[in-house]
């Protein structure tokens, strides 16, 4: 296991531009819709879709019953969402809602949250434990493929906050976080087999100390020195890992092998969720929260909830799309 506290990482100031002027409550699963040229995702707490086109910063949101915790694209058109109380199939924006199952959690306490499509078309949900009083977070997977009947499987589960899905450009390395366990892991990925095996952790950060503020003492790269916990996470097509860190005010690249790359400056406290898109494959995008934050902090940040963009050399892993 390696930690970036090994590592002497770079500080990447780069030029974030929100992508709207609109802020959202607390924006999540960004992906980019290479065949639209447009960017998705959603704001939980908001209980809304939306989808920006980014070269007219203008951006039409769908608002839903309850929350949605996360979205993909599907090869036949349309939308899978992936909400508090079941995943849905949406053939066209704004049309019919289709239920594909339910998953088997208490809507009481636990919701969906982050998710994504593996390379063959499954939708992958993780969940959160919202009272974090009994580690109720799983990772399931939904495989619809072919039109057959949906086959849910439990990957992982004793979890407070799952988020952070991704896979390694090779399809052989799946990760997966715990949020407020400060904790990415990693196992191997048997595609075909829809099977992970040989966890490991592939970080471990240091915990949020008790008595933090938000605007307690810098470090000397300036950003806060608690380092955030690990949200939402992308992969670029050299294999690095990309996590927002909320509450850290970045995000981290981290290598294939663990180490801590380079550490990228956010214009708010909480990062949410990155994605990779735009034409080349090479815009930044990261959403960001704005929900149950201070007003002393968003006086401070008056951009939280923004979801921003910024350039950056290695382009990103085209968005996986659900296959039914």
């Not at 980014?54 to 996360?70: K, N």
């Given at each position: 296991?390696?930690?970036?506290?090994?590592?002497?990482?770079?500080?990447?100031?780069?030029?974030?531009?929100?992508?709207?002027?609109?802020?959202?409550?607390?924006?999540?699963?960004?992906?980019?819709?290479?065949?639209?040229?447009?960017?998705?995702?959603?704001?939980?707490?908001?209980?809304?879709?939306?989808?920006?086109?980014?070269?007219?910063?203008?951006?039409?949101?769908?608002?839903?019953?309850?929350?949605?915790?996360?979205?993909?694209?599907?090869?036949?058109?349309?939308?899978?969402?992936?909400?508090?109380?079941?995943?849905?199939?949406?053939?066209?924006?704004?049309?019919?809602?289709?239920?594909?199952?339910?998953?088997?959690?208490?809507?009481?306490?636990?919701?969906?949250?982050?998710?994504?499509?593996?390379?063959?078309?499954?939708?992958?949900?993780?969940?959160?434990?919202?009272?974090?009083?009994?580690?109720?977070?799983?990772?399931?997977?939904?495989?619809?493929?072919?039109?057959?009947?949906?086959?849910?499987?439990?990957?992982?589960?004793?979890?407070?906050?799952?988020?952070?899905?991704?896979?390694?450009?090779?399809?052989?390395?799946?990760?997966?976080?715990?949020?407020?366990?400060?904790?990415?892991?990693?196992?191997d990925f048997g595609v075909l087999a829809n099977g992970l095996s040989a966890h490991r952790i592939f970080?471990?950060?240091?915990?949020?100390?008790?008595?933090?503020?938000?605007?307690?003492?810098?470090?000397?790269?300036?950003?806060?020195?608690?380092?955030?916990?690990?949200?939402?996470?992308?992969?670029?097509?050299?294999?690095?890992?990309?996590?927002?860190?909320?509450?850290?005010?970045?995000?981290?690249?981290?290598?294939?092998?663990?180490?801590?790359?380079?550490?990228?400056?956010?214009?708010?406290?909480?990062?949410?969720?990155?994605?990779?898109?735009?034409?080349?494959?090479?815009?930044?995008?990261?959403?960001?929260?704005?929900?149950?934050?201070?007003?002393?902090?968003?006086?401070?940040?008056?951009?939280?909830?923004?979801?921003?963009?910024?350039?950056?050399?290695?382009?990103?892993?085209?968005?996986?799309?659900?296959?039914?």
């Amino acid at each position: 296991m390696t930690t970036p506290l090994q590592t002497t990482p770079q500080t990447l100031a780069l030029d974030w531009q929100p992508v709207c002027p609109d802020t959202f409550q607390l924006g999540e699963s960004p992906f980019w819709h290479p065949q639209e040229q447009t960017l998705y995702w959603v704001d939980i707490p908001g209980q809304k879709l939306c989808r920006a086109n980014v070269y007219m910063g203008t951006v039409d949101s769908w608002d839903m019953p309850c929350e949605p915790g996360c979205i993909a694209p599907a090869t036949s058109g349309g939308l899978v969402i992936a909400r508090r109380d079941g995943v849905f199939r949406a053939r066209e924006w704004r049309g019919a809602l289709e239920l594909i199952t339910t998953l088997p959690y208490d809507t009481a306490a636990v919701r969906a949250n982050d998710g994504k499509c593996d390379a063959l078309g499954r939708f992958w949900v993780g969940t959160i434990d919202e009272p974090k009083a009994s580690m109720a977070g799983a990772l399931y997977s939904i495989d619809c493929r072919g039109g057959r009947t949906p086959l849910v499987t439990q990957h992982a589960g004793d979890a407070l906050t799952g988020n952070g899905l991704g896979w390694s450009p090779d399809g052989r390395t799946t990760y997966w976080s715990d949020t407020p366990n400060h904790v990415i892991h990693a196992w191997d990925f048997g595609v075909l087999a829809n099977g992970l095996s040989a966890h490991r952790i592939f970080q471990q950060l240091p915990p949020k100390p008790a008595d933090w503020q938000w605007d307690a003492p810098r470090g000397t790269n300036g950003l806060p020195a608690y380092r955030g916990r690990p949200d939402g996470a992308a992969v670029d097509v050299e294999g690095n890992y990309y996590a927002a860190m909320f509450e850290g005010q970045r995000i981290c690249k981290f290598a294939p092998d663990g180490r801590l790359l380079a550490e990228i400056p956010v214009p708010a406290m909480c990062p949410t969720m990155p994605c990779l898109g735009g034409e080349d494959g090479k815009a930044l995008y990261v959403t960001t929260a704005r929900y149950k934050r201070s007003a002393a902090e968003l006086a401070a940040f008056p951009l939280s909830g923004s979801v921003f963009s910024t350039r950056v050399d290695v382009p990103g892993l085209p968005v996986n799309a659900f296959a039914d």
